[in-house]
């Protein structure tokens, strides 16, 4: 498991088409231990998105 200098354990990674998105999120949103998930774009790394799961 990698870890992130700011937020911890990185859990999982996978690199997916934008029509993908929802679906993996969903996926992924429905593992206890995800609290956010961090999207970027591929080509530089730049994030784009930071998902956060209610409550959390």
Not at 18 to 44: G, K, N
């Amino acid at each position: 498991m990698a870890h992130n200098w700011c937020c911890g354990p990185t859990v999982a990674a996978k690199l997916v088409r934008p029509e993908q998105i929802e679906e993996e999120t969903v996926r992924y949103f429905a593992q206890d231990p995800i609290d956010f998930a961090l999207l970027r774009f591929a080509a530089y790394g730049c994030y784009a998105l930071s998902l956060h799961r209610d409550g959390r």
